[in-house]
């Protein structure tokens, strides 16, 4: 069982190992990456100017059962990887697009706990986006607690009420930076016993 990190090349690509390491060691889990591959988005809305995050989620599903040799482990069958995948291989899309989800006019990432797939956008994690100077420490941070923030979501941990908790629900960039990158304590205990019991559900 595992976490895939799958970077669209669009995004800087230096960023993917520092990002791939930290998330590993925050989530207290394996993450591996793969590089070097440009994801064709769906759901483009062109009115908004913007991808649909859901749409975006079942065309990765898809990919995912498609390309089975860059996300299924070695081991796996893959009659058992394209029927259980979405519970035991977890993967992970990291995309230049900025994405909006129903009732929201955009969203920073979204996660989908029955598909086992999550994607975040790294469109509104810049500083240039906010006119400030670029920082690529500050977009790995932020990369870093929305990555996890999403897997959390994928291990099916909900939204918490504490503002330092990865699992906080930031509505804008100052929530988003306020955040460390750390589970709070109730977080890290449920996150845990989930990673440890991965069958459960
Ligand atoms: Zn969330
Ligand atoms: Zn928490």
Redesign the pocket.
Known sequence: MGVHIFWDSRVPIGLSRPVTEELSAVLGTPVSRIDNAIFPLEGYDPARCQYDAVKILTKLDMFRRRRADLFKPQDMDLDFFNRYNHIYEKVLLITPGDLFAPKTSFVYGLAHLKLGAAVVSSFRLTNEYYGRHPNDDALIDRLVTEGA?EIG?LYGLE?CDNPGCIMY?PNNLDDLDRKRKYFCGRCRLDLDSRIRGGFEY
């Open positions: 923030h979501h939204h629900c």
